[in-house]
C-alpha cells in the first residue's frame, strides 16, 4: 500500500488508494452496479455449467469408446490453445455480442473440463475395479460407485482454477465486442475517459466478485461429494 501510495505521488494517471478504496464503496451502494454485475453473471455462470456438462459428456465418450478420443482431441487442443482475444474476435463475425461472452466461456472452459474428466476416470482404483470384476458387479454399478467420485473429484479441482479463468474470458470477450451492460463496457468507457480511479474500482470489484464465485462453486462440488 505504501508502494502505491508512493508510485501515486509521481505518477498522475495513478490514483491513490483512498480514493479507489472510496469509489469503490460508491460502486456499491449503486443499485446499477448490482446490473452489471447480474448481466455479466449469467453468461459466466450459464457458460461454466454448459462446460462442466459438455466437457464431462464428451469425455465419457472419449474413454469408453476409445476411437472417438482422438477426433475430439483435435477440438480440445484447438480450444486449449487458441487465446482469448483470437476467439472472440473470430467469433464476433458469425455471433452477436450477446451472445459471444457464453461462447467464449464455453470454448475457454471446455477443454479443462474434458481433460480432468478424463483423468479423473481413469482415476478409479485398480483393486475396487478387479473387485466388483469378481463379483459380477454391473457395468452401471461400477460407473456410479468406483469411476463417478474420483471424477468428482478432478472436477472439484478444475471448477476451482476454471471459474477465474471464465471471469477473465467473459469480460474480456465483453471489452473486445463491446457488449452492452456488463462489466467489459464500463472498463472500457473508464479506460477511455482515463477515469483511473472508476477503472481500478471496477477491477478490484471484478476481483472480489471473481473470488466470491470461486468459493461459491467449490462448496457446491464439496457437498456433491
Given at each position: 500500500m505504501s508502494l502505491w501510495e508512493l508510485a501515486a505521488s509521481y505518477t498522475p494517471l495513478l490514483p491513490r488508494p483512498e480514493a479507489v478504496f472510496l469509489r469503490l464503496l460508491k460502486l456499491f451502494a449503486t443499485g446499477e452496479t448490482y446490473a452489471v454485475l447480474l448481466r455479466s453473471v449469467v453468461p459466466i455462470y450459464g457458460g461454466f455449467l454448459i462446460a462442466v456438462v459438455l466437457g464431462t459428456a464428451l469425455a465419457t465418450v472419449a474413454f469408453f469408446v476409445p476411437f472417438w478420443r482422438e477426433t475430439i482431441g483435435v477440438a480440445v487442443s484447438f480450444f486449449r490453445t487458441?487465446?482469448?482475444?483470437?476467439?472472440?474476435?473470430?467469433?464476433?463475425?458469425?455471433?452477436?455480442?450477446?451472445?459471444?461472452?457464453?461462447?467464449?466461456?464455453?470454448?475457454?472452459?471446455?477443454?479443462?473440463?474434458?481433460?480432468?474428466?478424463?483423468?479423473?476416470?481413469?482415476?478409479?482404483?485398480?483393486?475396487?475395479?478387479?473387485?466388483?470384476?469378481?463379483?459380477?458387479?454391473?457395468?452401471?454399478?461400477?460407473?456410479?460407485?468406483?469411476?463417478?467420485?474420483?471424477?468428482?473429484?478432478?472436477?472439484?479441482?478444475?471448477a476451482k482454477t476454471s471459474m477465474g479463468i471464465a471471469w477473465k474470458a467473459a469480460v474480456a470477450a465483453e471489452v473486445i465486442a463491446m457488449t452492452r451492460g456488463g462489466f467489459g463496457e464500463e472498463l472500457y468507457y473508464a479506460k477511455l475517459t482515463l477515469d483511473t480511479e472508476e477503472l481500478f474500482a471496477w477491477i478490484f470489484a471484478l476481483i472480489l466478485f471473481a473470488k466470491l464465485s470461486e468459493i461459491i462453486v467449490s462448496r457446491a462440488f464439496r457437498r456433491s461429494q
Open positions: 487458441i487465446p482469448v482475444a483470437g476467439l472472440t474476435i473470430l467469433l464476433v463475425i458469425f455471433a452477436s455480442s450477446r451472445i459471444l461472452p457464453w461462447i467464449v466461456v464455453v470454448g475457454m472452459l471446455f477443454p479443462i473440463f474434458y481433460e480432468a474428466s478424463l483423468g479423473g476416470l481413469a482415476a478409479a482404483d485398480a483393486r475396487e475395479l478387479e473387485m466388483a470384476r469378481l463379483y459380477h458387479f454391473q457395468p452401471r454399478a461400477i460407473f456410479l460407485h468406483i469411476r463417478v467420485p474420483r471424477l468428482l473429484d478432478y472436477l472439484a479441482v478444475a
